[in-house]
Structure formats: structure tokens, C-alpha cells
């Protein structure tokens, strides 16, 4: 079975401090990966989707940045966090033939 | 462009009565529309989805929702609710086309069950 481990669980930074959010899938080979940001209380925005090692794309400019090093690893990162920065940051997967993503625990994220 | 709309922010329920949650959508054509659940402080769980074929879904938990074509719809219903079933509701659109399968979101129902 496929799991999806995002880490940290939780995170407060200051602002302009860097961050880094990780998500690992195991299970499932060359899977499609995604970064979605989710503000309090709000809907979900897609960040970023990577469909192989060293390729991803942005969708949004949020001042984040986004790698994958690794075919079961995906990254997102900052060097210099912003207040509007805080929400809470979910990984997801999907096969590269479906359209159903499947979705991390996600990572809290407190900038202040 | 694509987009979702789910009307309702709230909705409260007394445990056993029957919930409808509503999704409208706008796309161009034939959409893969997904319900998910969000309980507080986790990740998104997929409840069921729609592709083709019978437009009444099935999903986990007793959860069904019916796709209609001709009122751009998708509409999530339990015939009888338990309290575990407080959580925010999120009807999503993918396009059938689209690079990197996006999902596009609703802002989602908060799903209150009074005892």
C-alpha cells in the first residue's frame, strides 16, 4: 500500500527566516507529485507539481521554491519567510494515467 | 476556466437526519469531479469521485453523490449522519487534459452534527 509521511507535523518560524517542508511516497514508483497551500479557514491552492525527478512546475508565485531530489521525495522551501507564508501545507500524489490526488497529513506552518 | 462553487459555508444537522452538501461546476467539458473531507488539523481524504457512467457514486462512510450534467452539479448527500462526521467538505474539479492533473477547489462546507 502507498503511504505519504510529511514532515515537520508542525513548524512557527520568524519572519524572514528559511524554511523546508518534505513529503516522501512510498509504495508507488514515478507517482506525480503536488504541493497545495491551504490559508486558515480556506480552500486549497496548488503550488507546485512535479512529474519526475528534477522537473517541477510552478503554479503560483508565492515567493516558495520546490524540488524533487528524489523520485519518492518532494520538497518546498524558502529562504526568507513572509507572514502571509502561514497556513498549512499538504503533499499529494497521484498516478501519472489518473486524476485522483491523494493527500499528505500536511504541515502546519506559523510565521511570526 | 474551470471553477467550483459550493454555496454553503456552514451547515449544522441533528445526528440521523439526512445531509446535502451542493457543488456547482463550470468547465467546458465532461469534468472528473471528486468530494473530499477534511477533519480538524489532518490532511484530505477522498470520499468518492466521478469519471463516467452512472452519475449516483458510491463512497466510503455511506457517502453518495449525484452528477448531473445538465445543472453543472455534483452534490454530496448521507441519508443519516453521525456526530464523526463534523468536518469541512471539499468538492474539487480535474480537467480531463490538464498537465500535472490540477485540482481545482471549492472553499469547501463546514459540516457541524449536533448531538
Known amino acids: 500500500a502507498q503511504t505519504i509521511h510529511q514532515w515537520p507535523v508542525a513548524e512557527i518560524k520568524a519572519v524572514g527566516s528559511p524554511l523546508s517542508l518534505g513529503c516522501t511516497i512510498k509504495g508507488k514508483s514515478s507517482p506525480n507529485l503536488y504541493w497545495y497551500w491551504q490559508a486558515t479557514g480556506g480552500t486549497l491552492q496548488q503550488l507546485f507539481y512535479s512529474i519526475t525527478v528534477g522537473q517541477v512546475e510552478s503554479v503560483v508565485q508565492l515567493n516558495l521554491s520546490a524540488s524533487r531530489p528524489k523520485d519518492d521525495q518532494f520538497i518546498l522551501s524558502t529562504e526568507k519567510l513572509l507572514l502571509s507564508h502561514s497556513g498549512f501545507y499538504l503533499c499529494?500524489?497521484?498516478?501519472?494515467?489518473?486524476?485522483?490526488?491523494?493527500f499528505g497529513e500536511g504541515s502546519r506552518l506559523i510565521v511570526v | 476556466a474551470q471553477s467550483v462553487t459550493q454555496p454553503d459555508a456552514r451547515v449544522t444537522v441533528s445526528e440521523g437526519a439526512s445531509l446535502q452538501l451542493r457543488c456547482k461546476y463550470s468547465?467546458?467539458?465532461?469534468?472528473?469531479l471528486f468530494w473530499y473531507v477534511q477533519y480538524p488539523r489532518q490532511g484530505l481524504q477522498l470520499l468518492l469521485k466521478y469519471y463516467s457512467g452512472d452519475p449516483v457514486v458510491q463512497g466510503v462512510n455511506s457517502f453518495e453523490a449525484e452528477f448531473s450534467k445538465s445543472n453543472s452539479s455534483f452534490h454530496l448527500q448521507k441519508a443519516s449522519v453521525h456526530w464523526s462526521d463534523s468536518a469541512v467538505y471539499f468538492c474539487a474539479l480535474s480537467s480531463t487534459n490538464s498537465a500535472g492533473n490540477k485540482l481545482t477547489f471549492g472553499i469547501g462546507t463546514r459540516v457541524l452534527v449536533r448531538p
Open positions: 468547465y467546458s467539458a465532461t469534468p472528473y
Open positions: 499529494a500524489w497521484s498516478l501519472d494515467s489518473g486524476n485522483t490526488l491523494y
